[in-house]
């Protein structure tokens, strides 16, 4: 299979079990080393799995090979945020990633916010108190961790109303007959 194919089938998987994702997503890597979209991914999936130095290395290759990925800077920033790094590393990303698409702005503000507000309660060297359960809106940790609970369901949701379709259709065609 092609690293596209390896990345559809992880994207597919990563709302239900991001560690079977994690597998489809080392196969497109493997397929193509230089895909940042691929270190993108399996970076987003070994945060979602627990594995946050794994995914800040993913996140500093995908950098590397492209500078101008914002979604390496913003899951690098969720990377560091996992692993209890100072707020001011993860606002230097989000910064970036502004910079470089405007999909992630409310995400830095809202950390810039975070900062504002924790440092003002006696934050300590630009060490902001932002708990693993606080996502900024937008931000990849809660769009890729703490959402897939929701997309569990919404998935469950979308694949029951397929089934009642393809078993109601063909009720719905005899009667036009």
């Not at 991001?18 to 080392?26: E, G, I």
């Amino acid at each position: 299979l092609s690293a596209q194919k390896y990345l559809a089938e992880g994207r597919r998987k990563m709302a239900l079990d991001p560690k079977a994702a994690l597998n489809s997503f080392d196969q497109a890597v493997a397929a193509d080393p230089k895909s940042v979209i691929s270190r993108v991914e399996r970076s987003k999936a070994r945060l979602a799995s627990g594995d946050a130095t794994g995914a800040l290395e993913d996140a500093e290759s995908a950098a590397g090979l492209d500078p101008k990925s914002a979604d390496a800077y913003a899951v690098r920033a969720e990377a560091k945020r996992a692993l209890g790094r100072k707020a001011d590393e993860m606002a230097a990303d989000y910064e970036t990633a502004a910079k470089l698409d405007g999909r992630y702005a409310e995400a830095y503000k809202t950390l810039l916010t975070k900062m504002g507000a924790s440092s003002a309660g006696g934050a300590q060297n630009g060490e902001a108190a932002l708990g693993s359960g606080h996502s900024a809106p937008g931000a990849p940790k809660g769009m890729f961790l703490t959402a897939s609970k929701n997309w569990r369901l919404f998935t469950l949701i979308c694949a029951l109303a397929a089934v009642l379709g393809f078993i109601l259709a063909p009720l719905r065609l005899r009667k036009r007959r």
